[in-house]
């Protein structure tokens, strides 16, 4: 499962992670929020189906994104296109799913096609292997940046934060805004303390931070399917599905939208990635959101809690332990 930092406000809990048994009860664990941009007052806007947001820097976002972790690379530009063909332009890639070449040659591709690379919305983040010194987590950056190929990223992110590593590799990273190579720098799975710890020595600030809706910031949510886990056939999802006439699936996403989060959906499958997005057309009542609430318990924080600390602390990468190997190029 995915966890959830420590000193999150309750408001946000959110489904996911594994369900289990503990006296007799069945626990959802959260969906992780990944990441919370700053929005502006009535900036909702629509992009062909899916609302978008403006960040600060005046570029928008939409509000339901396609994630390529553990999309085999054979299969990237199937996903890719059907999650373009479903209207989404706004994709979540890392240097961890070790897919990157595929998912800018399937990009190119598109835009080849007579489509304008300002429609996309294209996130990369770096791995806790290339976090240990700043050269090495900018040279991460900018091989995830050359294998996309679609010139300048939207946005860079360090995707855990290490203790003692995480700040001197976002001040590596503000070279790639200076520079013209990315647009905006995150930070994912950051506490508020580990945020407050980057920001006494930033000198670009993040557009992208964690937990913060008090700071008119919108949370961006990832695996909230549990990855087509046990969410999907519980029995207050299903319910709500069947009154509403729609799938488990959209209704635990449409329960992410109405917290006014972002959500990061993935799927093999091209009927499912539109059916993810097919999620505008219906509202769930006070009643049904205070229920999906419910479902989230101290127990699986404090479980997912855990998980943060482990991988906060270094997880070892597709490749393995050491760097990330040098750019590859498709044939």
Known sequence: ????????????????????????????ALTFLCVCWMMRPGTEQVLASIPTLQLPGGARMQSLALGLYNVPREQVKAV????????????????????????GAAL???????????????TTKVWTTDLGDPASA???????????????????????PMPGKHVAAYLALEELVRSGKAKALGISNYSPADYEELMKSATIAPQVCDFFHDKGLIVQAYKPLQRGGPVLSCDTVLKIASRVK????????RWNIQKGNVVIFKSLTPARIAENVDVFDFELTSEDMKSL???????????????????????????????????????
């Not at 190119?108 to 007579?114: A, C, E, T």
């Not at 950056?141 to 992110?157: F, K, Q, T």
């Not at 729609?246 to 996403?253: L, M």
């Open 293 to 331: 609430d419910a479902l989230t318990t101290e127990a699986v924080k404090a479980e997912a809690q855990g998980h943060w600390e482990q991988r906060r602390n270094g997880t070892p990468a597709p490749w393995g332990e050491g760097l990330r190997p040098e750019k590859r190029t498709l044939n």
């Open 138 to 160: 900018l040279r991460s950056a900018e091989i995830s940046i050359d294998e996309l190929g679609v010139g300048p990223v939207d946005l860079v992110m360090v995707h855990w």
């Open 246 to 253: 729609k799938s488990p699936a959209q209704v635990c996403i």
């Open 80 to 103: 890719i296109n059907a999650g373009l063909a479903a209207d989404v332009r706004h994709f979540d890639f890392a240097s961890f799913y070790n897919n990157e070449a595929e998912c």
């Open 108 to 122: 190119r591709d598109w835009m080849k096609q007579g489509h304008d690379r300002s429609e996309l919305f294209v």
């Open 1 to 28: 499962p995915h966890p959830t930092p420590p000193a999150m406000p309750s408001a946000m809990a959110m489904l996911g992670g594994k369900m289990r048994r503990a006296h007799g009860r069945k626990l959802l």
